[in-house]
């Protein structure tokens, strides 16, 4: 895909956007797959480009995928601070706030995220329907 972007004729700027756009989901598949150096490699290529920017999403994306890479390594405290400076518009965070939580052994503040993530007031959408049953599923483990 980052070939076909790169040989398009687009503006150099959508082709910039793609790569970070490519940077952020590559870093995704990596921690998915296990590869965790890899992974923070398409993060610092992310997070570099983000600070140049000064784009407040793009920010906040950075610390949703250091609290990401946080959780894959196990460094629940860490995974806690980075989802907190994420976006809070999004389920995703207060569930994997409750797995970082769970992680430290703090079940009470776990389920009150996993409870959050499962009762999002938000307009149906494909994130909201992906996260919510199992943040109910696991409110109701963590009671």
Known sequence: AWE???N???SAEVRRNGEQTGHFMMARIEVARGNL???RMYYRQYAERARKLQSPSQLRATHELAGIIALA???YDKAVAE???ASQRSPYTYYRLGLAYEGLGEMKEARRWYHQAATFNEVVSLSYALVRQKAADKAAATS
């Open 4 to 6: 076909y972007l790169q």
């Open 8 to 10: 398009a004729d687009v």
């Open 37 to 39: 150096d890899s992974a």
């Open 73 to 75: 390594e196990e460094d």
């Open 83 to 85: 989802f907190k400076q």
